[in-house]
């Protein structure tokens, strides 16, 4: 079911909020709080909330519903997640067969765009080829992203138009990577500018409608160009049309030689870019067999991925951005895409010293594939961690994508608990599309984390998801991703059928509800359903709302 559009923008007002349990560093018994304008003005009991209310206050009785922080998604894409949505769903489907029925299904007379297809989930792997894609969409143009969104299946007509026949990456087949996957792409995403901020719309009212405050939106060259980050960039001053959104902490993912050029390359948007981060790819993705190993895929042992980033280049960039006073950071999920981007640190410190590189406060994106002397080079230098929880829930564990392509190696995957043991900063996301945009099925996915020892507690997992988000960006305000009084008013609530404590130690999954543990209250996430979002709020200004908030 579609989400609605963004709200309009509204006037802040004094809103008390009761009867129902707080999320806060404040009072761990808080069940009611006073919103005034953009900014949290109280917090505490319903006896306290009895004496306050006054006829000047909107008053919403909870009925037992939780408010928290809003969450931070920390990797996002926002017109691919538009689009994603609004296009052929294909992670259902389970062979090459229904892949061209859903084809040939597909309405109107344009492109054919889909995604989330992955191959190892089917019975038999084998991919339709160029010539019955062509027929399946009687001549329109097809592409069909994979799951991780590093390759695509295109139809003969595509690659023609996109020009990809003496691309890196095409070999005269349907599926196309690398340099041909990036031309197949952006081909189907030159549309007119009303067009590509519907789709932004889109995606920005699928994550107020579950709970997210901000997003990190990761633009690079190669997705969609500069001014798609310049349309994500303006719905935070309301000039494309509201508001009423999510913040949008935009990130450039485009490699700088020198300290000018890096302050050019921000400065070339107009607004404030959080760093030249995000989506500049050290290596591909595990799923296209594109993200670069030291030794060859456990299902392809002649294939060890693709760097694209030299380690000479990655420390320039470093370096770069460590002058700039500037966040820098790479995508990269293989072991020796880690390799090189840890190299390229110690190159940069060796440049312009250790202190100017810990005080940018870069970040690695993913960082799947990490051992434990490279998790000490990330905590030496301060890197935050940017990770996505549910890649683990969709594809660890025993038969699952990274044992299929990682044999043994895929136990070692997404190390949370150890990233959390040495100090390294981590904050984490969707990656969306490529994980729909569901924060407590991620903060699920970091409790049931297919190896036990890497599980962390639900409260590490939440604050991972929200106040680190937050941090992570070097957002400004201290105050951000806490409900106490003088943070910002940005927060959700939920309808929950639980409430429970889980003590702090990670590798202890126990819950109780004693209030002696002096802890604020989370969702029960074994219950087999997420909280539901009821409202959504970002400095006071009401995002979303569901019906059932006020009735």
Known sequence: MSQPEPLPA??????????????????????????????????????????????????????????????????????????????????????????????????GDGPVLGHGWDETAWPDSSLPTAAELERASAGRPVYLSRVDVHSALISGSLAAAAGVSQLDGFDGGARVRRAAHTAARQATRRQPEEVLKRHQARALSEAAANGYVAVAEMGAPHIGGAEDLRLAGAWNSGASGTAGVPEVLPYWGELASSEEHARSLLDQFGFAVRGLAGDLNIDGSVGSRTAALRSGYSDAPGEQGHLYLSVEEAAAHLAACSLAGVQGGFHVIGDAGLDAALAALELAAKEVGEQRVRAAGHRFEHVEMVDSSAVGVLSRYAVTVSAQPSFDAAWGGPGGLYEKRLGERSRSMNPFASLYAAGVPVCFGSDSPVTPLRPWSSVRACLEHHNEDERISARAAFLGHTRAGWRAANYPDPMAGQLVPGAPASFAVWEVEELMVQVADGRVQSWSTDPRARTPLLPALDTGSDPVCLQTVRNGVELYASPALRS
């Open 10 to 107: 509204q006037r802040p007002k004094t809103v008390l909020y009761r009867n129902g349990s707080v999320y806060t560093a404040a009072d761990p018994f808080a069940t009611a709080m006073v919103v005034d304008g953009g900014t949290v003005a109280w917090v505490g009991s319903e006896q306290a909330a009895t004496s306050i209310a006054d006829s000047s206050m909107e008053i919403i009785d909870l009925r037992g519903a939780l408010v928290t922080p809003g969450f931070v998604d920390s990797h996002i894409h926002l017109t691919e997640t538009g689009i994603a949505l609004d296009s052929l769903r294909l992670g259902g489907i389970r062979s090459a067969t229904e892949l061209l029925d859903a084809v040939a299904a597909a309405p």
